[in-house]
C-alpha cells in the first residue's frame, strides 16, 4: 500500500530529534513550524503556524504528531494567555480540522500528576492514568490538563502522551532540562548543582519517546487517549549523585525550597509497545556527552 503520511507539527527539541528517526523508518514526513529559520534545509516543510492549516491542507495525513506546546511552566507563566490558547484551545480546533479517522498523538504532560514535594522525602505514588489530579497549580498544567479533558468529548482518534521531563541531546537542545543541565554543568563548571533532593520526577529520554511514538503509530487498533509516557522515576538528588559519578565530579547542594513532586507509571504504554531497551543513566550520560554539540544550542 501507500506510505503512510505523517504531519509533525513543531520543528523544536523533540520535533528535530524525531525527523530523522521517522524519516529512517520509511515514512512520508511533513513539518510544520512557524520558525522559519529552523526549517532550512527541510524536505516537505510548511513554514506557518499549525494554526493556520485548513482541512484541505490536512486532508492526506493519517498521522499527525503534535510537539508544538508551550513547553514548560516557565514559558506559559510569561504568556499564560498565549498557553491556554496553543496548548489547549487551537490544538483543539486543529484536532477537529483534521481527517475523522487521522491519528492525532499530542505532548500532554506528567507534571499534570504533580503534588507538592514532602518535607520527610516521602516519594510520591506513581501514578496511572486513571489518577489525574484536577487541581492543576499553573498555567502550564491547566492548559494541558483541559486539553485532556476535552479532546475525549469534541475530537475523534487523539491520543494525549502525558510526558516525563523529556532530556537527551537533539539539534534544538533545551539546555534547561534538568537531566541535560546537570550533565552540561558537570562537562562545563566542573560541578552538578542540586536543590530539593527529595523531590521526584518522571523522566523521559528522547529516544524512549521515539521508540513509543513509532510503536503507536503501527497500532492498529484505536489507541487509548491518555498515555503515560516516561523512561524512570527518581529523586533529584539520586539523578544528581548518578550524574557527578558519571563525570567524576562533585555535587553542590542548594537546599531546598517549595517545590513540585511526582511519580507516574507507565505499564500502559509498554503493554501497548513493548519496552524500549534498558540503559543506566551512566549510559545515558556517555550518549548526551558524545551528542552534545555545545555550538547548536540554540534558545527555545
Request: glycine share 6%.
Amino acid at each position: 500500500g501507500a506510505v503512510m503520511k505523517v504531519l509533525l507539527v513543531g520543528y523544536g527539541y523533540v520535533g528535530s530529534y524525531l525527523l530523522p528517526i521517522l524519516t529512517r523508518a520509511g515514512l512520508d514526513v511533513s513539518v510544520c513550524d512557524q520558525n522559519v529559520d529552523r526549517l532550512t534545509g527541510v524536505r516537505n516543510s510548511m513554514r506557518c503556524r499549525y494554526q493556520e492549516l485548513t482541512i484541505a491542507d490536512l486532508a492526506d495525513f493519517g498521522i499527525i504528531l503534535w510537539f508544538a506546546g508551550h513547553s514548560s511552566v516557565p514559558m506559559s507563566l510569561r504568556d499564560p494567555d498565549g498557553a491556554l490558547a496553543n496548548n489547549c484551545l487551537d490544538l483543539l480546533h486543529f484536532a477537529r480540522r483534521k481527517p475523522i479517522n487521522a491519528r492525532l498523538i499530542y505532548a500532554s504532560t506528567a507534571s499534570v500528576y504533580s503534588s507538592l514535594a514532602s518535607e520527610d522525602g516521602t516519594p510520591p505514588a506513581a501514578l496511572d492514568e486513571t489518577e489525574t489530579r484536577l487541581d492543576p497549580v499553573n498555567p502550564y498544567d491547566c492548559s494541558k490538563i483541559s486539553m485532556d479533558a476535552l479532546a475525549r468529548c469534541f475530537a475523534n482518534a487523539v491520543t494525549g502522551l502525558r510526558l516525563g521531563t523529556v532530556c537527551g541531546a537533539s539539534p534544538f537542545l533545551r539546555a534547561e532540562l534538568i537531566f541535560n543541565a546537570m550533565n552540561i554543568a558537570a562537562m562545563r563548571d566542573g560541578f552538578v548543582q542540586v536543590r530539593n533532593r527529595n523531590s521526584y520526577r518522571n523522566i523521559l529520554f528522547l529516544e524512549d519517546l521515539a521508540h513509543y511514538v513509532l510503536q503507536l503509530m503501527k497500532q492498529a487498533d484505536d489507541l487509548p487517549p491518555i498515555l503515560n509516557t516516561g523512561s524512570l522515576n527518581t529523586s533529584i538528588g539520586d539523578l544528581a549523585d548518578q550524574i557527578a559519578a558519571f563525570h567524576g565530579v562533585p555535587v553542590v547542594d542548594h537546599g531546598n525550597g517549595v517545590t513540585y513532586s511526582f511519580q507516574m507509571n507507565w505499564d500502559r504504554i509498554q503493554a501497548l509497545c513493548g519496552a524500549p531497551p534498558t540503559l543506566s543513566i551512566a549510559e545515558r550520560c556517555a550518549r548526551f556527552h558524545q551528542d552534545f554539540r555545545p555550538e547548536l544550542q540554540v534558545a527555545s
